[in-house]
């Protein structure tokens, strides 16, 4: 079923650059107080940032720029080795302040809009990422408590492996696997493994352990 979907035109836009099409997703959440006060924001001129939607907390989404624009969402940053990530996503902001979970009628507001962006444009599970994929260590949304599982066992983000990670953990053999997956941005150790886990293991603390590696490993690395 396609969500009913409310627009509000933002002029916060432009043409996508060098022909470049979606080929990803990237879920944010707002930071502010209401669902309303981030539209606004996001509709500010001055502002100079947008998305191309807003879900507020009890499902309402709202659409800003046209799926085939480029929005002004994700900033500097880079996935899979390619940067102007602005030009090859799409962006959806999640009215959340970033310290309490995602209401469920959020969530399933989420999933039936994925569903039809992904259809429209071929992008597969590994194609949808969060802010904090593609700028490790500048940003953390959409943070620790958005529901990624829920995602992954609908196919509409990339599963984790299940396997324990392999005998012996080491920060090259991570790095190696992590770059393989889209994490390409130039950081430290500190803040890829941070940014690793935040997406796959958001409650991990500590040095890299093997079970670090199952989220974004295959088992048959370690067998």
């Not at 001055?46 to 009890?58: D, F, K, L, T």
């Not at 969060?130 to 509409?156: N, Y």
Request: aromatic share 8%.
């Amino acid at each position: 079923m396609r969500p009913a979907i409310r627009q509000h035109p933002s002029p916060n836009f432009g043409a996508r650059r060098d022909g470049l099409r979606p080929e990803l997703v990237v879920i944010h959440y707002t930071a502010m107080e209401t669902a309303q006060a981030a539209i606004d924001w996001l509709c500010n001129p001055e502002a100079e940032v947008s998305a191309h939607y807003v879900i507020c907390e009890q499902g309402q989404i709202t659409q800003l720029v046209a799926e085939d624009m480029r929005a002004w969402h994700a900033g500097m940053g880079e996935w899979q080795g390619r940067d102007d990530v602005n030009s090859r996503s799409i962006g959806i902001e999640l009215a959340n302040r970033g310290n309490h979970p995602f209401p469920a009628q959020q969530m399933t507001a989420l999933e039936m809009l994925l569903r039809g962006i992904m259809a429209r444009w071929g992008i597969g599970p590994a194609g949808v990422i969060g802010h904090s994929d593609l700028a490790p260590g500048r940003k953390i949304d959409p943070g620790l408590r958005f529901d990624w599982h829920r995602l992954e066992i609908q196919g509409l983000a990339e599963r984790r492996g299940d396997d324990h990670g392999p005998p012996d953990a080491s920060m090259s053999q991570f790095r190696e696997i992590a770059k393989s997956r889209g994490y390409t941005a130039s950081v430290d150790d500190e803040t890829l493994l941070a940014a690793v886990r935040l997406r796959y293991r958001p409650w991990a603390r500590g040095p890299l352990i093997a079970e670090d590696f199952t989220p974004i490993g295959h088992a048959a690395l370690w067998t």
